[in-house]
């Protein structure tokens, strides 16, 4: 099992900055890519930018220029640089760890964490 830790989530104004991060702990191997999605109330849930164990990063159109997804391997943990932020940034951003084995493959959550822009 791997557990997520999510932090860094608020209240900011626009085109102000806020850096998520997310921990990763348990049985952490066979990373095949970690990201970060949000879902606002009403709508889908959506990536917003992933990262993959090559360290390819890849980024929603809504949030290219303005978004960074990195990690730091040796601390398990990813974060999302997020700048010039807008009121429809706002929702609940979850973060998303994927294992890919020879023949199996696995998926998890983290409990999410807030952001909330106001105009």
């Known amino acids: 099992q791997v557990q997520l830790v999510e932090s860094g989530g608020g209240l900011v104004q626009a085109g102000g900055s806020l850096r998520l991060s997310c921990t990763a702990s348990?049985?952490?191997?066979?990373?095949?890519?970690m990201g970060w999605y949000r879902q606002a109330p009403g709508k889908q849930r959506d990536l917003v930018a992933g990262?993959?164990?090559?360290?390819?990063?890849s980024y929603a159109d809504s949030v290219k220029g303005r978004f960074t997804i990195s990690r730091d391997n040796a601390k398990n943990t990813v974060y999302l640089q997020m700048s010039s932020l807008k009121p429809e940034d706002t929702a609940v951003y979850y973060c998303?760890?994927?294992?890919?084995?020879?023949?199996?493959?696995?998926?998890?959550w983290g409990q999410g964490t807030q952001v909330t822009v106001s105009s």
């Open positions: 990262i993959t164990s090559g360290d390819t990063t």
């Open positions: 998303n760890l994927r294992q890919r084995g020879r023949q199996w493959d696995k998926e998890y």
């Open positions: 348990g049985a952490i191997f066979s990373i095949e890519s």
